[in-house]
């Protein structure tokens, strides 16, 4: 059996299991749940892990599911798929359009959606899962399945590792995860070394003297520190970063003041920092330190600025070798679909998992746009304006033949680890 042969006799099978796979996509779908709330989901899944033969722990940090199963000695591959979805009202119109209300963790009654395509991960791993546990003969060694909460919040993965998942499951030698993007449905992006971003999120206060709008001679006005600070971050990534590296400094929110003859006290900015290594990352957070503790200097304000770290995201770094790898066999399975993406300023959280157990890992693009819609917007220079992004209430994945291609994705990556002893290439 030739590498080939084995995906082909493991994918064999897909066909049986397309209808029942495209219904179990819309019952999520139809159904997401915010991260951490993901109890229906994590339910539906682990029945089925169970129901194919995988030995499943459920219940990790509440909501994590993970199913293992070892067929024979070999390596172990891990193949990972996120499951929140999020607080986002639907409008795609699709008859499996989610309607569904949840109340987040502040309290608050949200629309919920899987307007990031959590719903296609899950669906691909359950189809590759299944397959792969109804093909023994093909592969050899331990597969083991994660279906990880709570990606948008930024610490599912981190929740996962605090409640003990090293322990639970054997340590893998190789990591795969992917993710659809707006990228033509079929199509599949791997990309080696760097790919996605870390995000750093801070919530920067700047302190002033409160005063009446007539009289700033009285005052220390945060509105204007604050103004400083907005225009002065944006001179971190034109004059401090060398223009061959990628870095992204966004200031979101800028809150100050209720009305316009009242200077107040403080001022808050929310500022959300993008980079590719941990270098550039800290030269740039260190930066805008400086910058926000500057200006209040400038202005002398009455206290020194506070500066609080939120939600943080890792950088994805594939492996060069596995990368390598995976691409080969892609360009076996996929032929011309089978691509090399460009650096993406998006992040994720799953490399935390792989790296917590020192495994090299690739994580690849999975194209979600129906072809000719794409290619006809590609003919009028209007992607980025016409075909939704992943957040956006209209992001909607074409089903076929994304579910499809994710399905064979997931068993050709896992495939090149997987072979049997006597079929492992010099
Ligand atoms: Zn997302
Ligand atoms: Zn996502």
Known sequence: MTPKDRVDAVLAGLEGIRTDLEEVYKDFHAHPELGHQEHRTAGRVAERLRSCGYQVHEGIDGTGVVGVLANGEGPTVLLRADMDALPVAEETGLPYASTAEVTDPGGRRVPVAHACGHDMHMTCLLGATHLMAATPAAWQGT????????????????????????????????????????????????????????????????????????????????????SMIVVRLQTIVSREVAATQPVVVTVGSVRAGTSGNVIPESA?????????????????????????????????????????????????????????????????????????????????DFSRIPDAFGTPYTYWALGCVDPDTYQAARRRGTVTQEIPVNHSPRFAPVLQPTLDTGVQTLVTAALTRLAKPDHVSP
């Open 143 to 226: 597969l083991v399945a994660l279906f990880q909460p709570a990606e948008e919040p930024g610490d599912g993965a981190d929740r996962m590792l605090a409640d003990g998942l090293t322990a639970m499951i054997p340590r893998p030698d190789v990591a795969f995860a992917q993710h659809v993007l707006p990228y033509p449905a079929g199509q599949v992006g791997t990309r080696a070394g760097s790919f996605l971003s870390a995000a750093d999120n801070l919530r920067i206060t700047v302190y002033g003297r409160g005063a009446h709008g007539s009289a700033p001679q009285a005052a220390i006005d945060p509105v204007v520190i604050a």
């Open 268 to 348: 808050e900015l929310l500022v959300n920092v993008r980079t590719f290594d941990d270098g550039t990352r800290q030269m740039v957070l260190a930066a805008v330190r400086r910058i926000v503790r500057a200006e209040c200097e400038a202005s002398g304000a009455s206290r020194a600025p506070r500066i609080e770290e939120g939600t943080r995201f890792p950088p994805t770094v594939n492996d060069d070798a596995v990368t390598r790898d995976v691409s080969a066999a892609f360009s076996e399975t996929f032929a011309e679909r089978a691509v090399t993406i460009e650096l993406q300023s998006a992040s994720e």
